[in-house]
């Protein structure tokens, strides 16, 4: 006997929603990744000697010059050499799996590591914007990954089926592809900045407005200049989808979350001076993250009177 091919189940529900959409930072802020980055220390002898610290002490030491310092011998390309793609070895994705089969055994995830499993399971665009230097494909692979042991099985049900009502919808799709190829679409559709791989900073570089912004910042200010940029190139990915698809009437709103106090202060400033101006009727929420016993996070900065649910 014939078996007949099952047919996937589209939400249709997923046109009555709002439209809202993430920009996460990755490391302390979806997960604690065990990656360390090798500084040296000023003793009180006067001596510097080598250590390794994690991305949550980075973020608070990175500005104290006076007592740490990259390797002498290799400068910050050696402080971060396990943050960037090496051939043969893929230290990115070794310590997500480590990350995520330790949340298996009871360790604490990071405060938006459940803001990370609904965006998936509702099939809403996100980006990931980190400091590190890897590959936008590298970034993608540790999302599927994250993806495979994050989410149950019912859980990946659900998100294709709103990844094929959002199709539905949007693209007018009545014939859908494998599993695998919807959700290839998805993940194609979402952005992954590693802001010192040397694509992103090619690409940054070359657009007239940060080449000057980049011209006068200080080196400390940089990264979050970077970030900065990465935003942006999501907002305006976020407004041309929606203009081509006739979604600008609806309710729209972005939502950041980073652990890193520096760059929220700069992207909190970024989105009052710049992005609310330019973009109207979209609507900001940044989320400190930075203190670990708030479950969630801290929001620091509305543009629009917008409250996010579970972010």
Same mark, same amino acid.
């Given at each position: ?32 990744m ?8 000023r003793?009180?002898? =006067? ?16 500005s104290?010059? !006076? ?9 910050? +390309?050696?402080? /971060? ?5 090496? &051939?043969?070895?893929?230290t ?5 799996? !480590?990350?995520?089969?330790k949340?298996e055994?009871?360790?604490i &995830? =990071? &405060?938006?590591?459940? $803001?990370?499993?609904?965006?998936l399971?509702? =099939?809403?665009?996100? $980006? ?7 590959s936008?494909?590298?970034?993608? %692979? ?10 149950t ?16 919808? /949007? ?8 599993d695998?190829?919807? *959700?290839?679409?998805? *993940? ?9 791989h040397?694509?992103?900073k090619?690409r940054?570089? $070359? ?5 000057? %912004?980049? !011209? ?13 940029f ?17 979604g600008?009437?609806?309710?729209v ?6 652990d890193?106090?520096? +760059?929220? %202060? ?8 710049? *992005? ?6 979209i ?22 009177? *917008? ?5």
């Amino acid at each position: 006997m014939e078996r007949r091919k099952a047919i996937p189940y589209i939400n249709d529900e997923v046109a009555t929603r709002d439209f809202k959409y993430y920009i996460f930072d990755w490391d302390d802020n979806i997960l604690h990744m065990p990656t360390k980055i090798r500084m040296e220390h000023r003793r009180e002898d =006067g001596v510097w000697e080598p250590v390794e610290v994690s991305t949550a002490t980075f973020a608070m030491i990175r500005s104290d010059v !006076a007592h740490y310092r990259p390797p002498s011998d290799g400068g910050w +390309n050696a402080a /971060f050499r396990n943050f960037a793609d090496e &051939p043969g070895r893929n230290t990115f994705i070794e310590d997500t799996i !480590a990350a995520l089969e330790k949340i298996e055994h009871g360790e604490i &995830p =990071g &405060p938006s590591y459940n $803001a990370m499993r609904k965006t998936l399971r509702e =099939g809403r665009i996100f $980006a990931i914007v980190t400091a590190r230097g890897h590959s936008p494909e590298t970034i993608e %692979k540790a999302v599927r990954i994250f993806i495979r042991y994050a989410l149950t099985e019912s859980e990946r049900e659900e998100m294709m089926s709103n990844l094929r009502g959002y199709r539905k919808w /949007f693209d007018g799709v009545t014939e859908f592809g494998t599993d695998a190829q919807e *959700l290839d679409y998805y *993940l194609h559709m979402c952005r992954y900045s590693a802001v010192t791989h040397d694509a992103f900073k090619v690409r940054m570089e $070359a657009d007239p407005i940060y080449q000057e %912004k980049l !011209a006068t910042a200080e080196l400390s200010a940089k990264p979050e200049l970077a970030k900065e940029f990465a935003i942006r190139d999501f907002v305006e990915h976020i407004f041309h989808t929606l203009k081509r698809t006739g979604g600008l009437g609806r309710s729209v709103s972005i939502g950041f979350s980073d652990d890193d106090k520096g +760059n929220v %202060k700069s992207v909190s400033s970024y989105i009052r001076q710049e *992005l609310s101006k330019r973009f109207e009727g979209i609507k900001f929420v940044v989320y400190d993250t930075s203190d670990r016993t708030l479950s969630k996070g801290r929001k620091v900065c509305v543009s629009g009177q *917008l409250n996010l649910p579970g972010f």
